[in-house]
């Protein structure tokens, strides 16, 4: 008995043709190579949509408004100001917008030290007190 060479069809033998086999998809190929970039594609939308459509956060500063000059007291942080100028709002809010007012670069103030609260915010004994910001 002799052995033969086992054949090869020929659609398996890349060298046969001189081409590679044609590539096959599966489904879950198919639906990787559409729904990926759709989906993609769909997130940049979204994105861009939320970008454009957002309110803009002002800039770093405040409108024009009515403020009042306030002393600081002995003692007294930014903190009990903004907790007595508006008791309704977080006093975090407050002192931001004092700070920002003032043009501070932290929170920290000295006594004696003046500083201009909105005057919408600040009780009538403040404002009785003292004269408004040009």
């Known amino acids: 008995m002799s052995a033969q060479p ?11 043709s001189g081409r590679a086999p044609r590539l096959r998809l599966t489904r879950r190929g198919w639906l ?6 759709l ?5 940049a939308v979204l994105l861009l949509a939320g970008a454009v459509v957002s309110p803009a956060k ?3 500063t ?3 408004q009515e403020t009042v000059r306030v002393t600081v007291g002995a003692g007294q942080t930014l903190w009990d100001i903004a907790t007595t100028v508006a008791p ?21 103030v000295q006594a004696g030290q003046q500083v201009f609260v909105p005057s919408s915010r600040c009780p009538a004994r403040f404002r009785a007190a003292a004269p408004s910001r040009p």
């Open 6 to 16: 086992a054949l090869r069809p020929s659609s398996m033998n890349p060298s046969a």
């Open 32 to 37: 990787v190579l559409v729904v990926l970039p």
């Open 39 to 43: 989906v993609l594609a769909a997130a």
């Open 58 to 60: 002002a800039s770093g």
């Open 62 to 64: 405040v409108s024009a």
């Open 88 to 108: 309704g709002r977080h006093p975090q809010e407050v002192i931001t917008e004092i700070a920002q007012l003032n043009n501070l670069q932290g929170t920290v």
